[in-house]
């Protein structure tokens, strides 16, 4: 095989495999389940370190997420190494969650892939749609009617939590940094059991990813949300096992 050849083709697998990996996490990466609505989320059973003032924060900015509708502005950025060939992918978007409604949307564009998402509640289910590139901009086809049941097998739950996990039960620690500021640590097995859906759909994978890590930082005025910044770690089906590491920072504006 001529040497130029080769080494096309050793661009090319690492690339196709994180093609796949992209667009379902640009898709997956503000994908906040229902758990953490009014009451106060349970620390997990065993192996825990969390502390009572930073549990109680926790709970009481799901009750004020809960009670308030609210929008949001995230940004995030996916780091992966095929092949010992290190990538960076950025993706922004953003929700909204009125009256018990939510919409959002996740966009990106790089030299890899360009690749946008919808997701809407709507009567009967969830409608989800995709952008196409175009002059530009992105353009979004017709949008594809799912029900409640079939949405959270394919894609996790629908986004009106304040975080992208499942946290009921699942905070391993728990410790306030600062006023206002808190960490959470997290069974990333437990925590990710919806988030992860998605990720096998859109890869068309055999298998889930395995989650190593995940944590998040909650950032309160008061009993009010004001930014979430998260972290996860997490092994896909790719590549014989590609491993990634994404942080998401989400900014919470609360209607008036």
């Keep these: 095989m001529p040497m130029e050849t080769a080494v096309k083709i050793k661009r090319i697998i690492p690339s196709a495999c994180l093609l796949l990996l992209i667009v379902a996490m640009v898709a997956a990466a503000f994908l906040p389940p229902v ?27 799901c009750a ?22 290190p990538y960076t992918q950025r993706v922004k978007g953003g929700r909204s969650v009125k009256g018990g409604v939510f919409s959002e949307y996740a966009e990106t564009t790089s030299a890899f892939v360009k690749s946008a998402f919808r997701k809407k509640s709507v009567a009967g289910g969830v409608e989800v749609s995709r952008g196409e590139y ?42 306030k940094i600062k006023d206002g500021v808190y960490k959470y640590t997290l069974n990333p097995k437990s925590a990710a059991m919806f988030t992860r859906n998605e990720v096998k759909t859109l890869t068309k994978s055999k298998k889930h990813p395995v989650y190593e890590s995940v944590s ?28 990634c590491t994404a942080t998401y920072t989400e900014n919470f504006d609360f209607a008036a």
Excluded at 35 to 61: H, I, S
């Design 35 to 61: 758990r953490g609505g009014g009451a106060a989320p349970a620390a997990a059973t065993e192996n825990t370190r969390t502390d009572v003032e930073a549990m109680r924060a926790l709970g009481d900015a």
């Design 64 to 85: 004020f997420a809960a009670r308030n509708d609210f929008s949001v502005k995230t940004s995030g950025e996916i780091k992966a190494k095929a092949f010992g060939i």
């Design 134 to 175: 175009k002059g530009k901009k992105f353009v979004y086809g017709k949008p594809k009617l799912m029900s409640r049941e079939n949405y959270e097998k394919t894609y996790g739950k629908p986004a009106t939590g304040i975080v992208r996990y499942e946290i009921d039960g699942t905070v391993k620690r728990a410790e």
């Design 216 to 243: 998040f930082t909650l950032y309160l005025d008061g009993d009010r949300p004001v930014k979430v910044c998260s972290k996860e770690v997490f092994r896909a089906d790719l590549c014989g096992g590609l491993r």
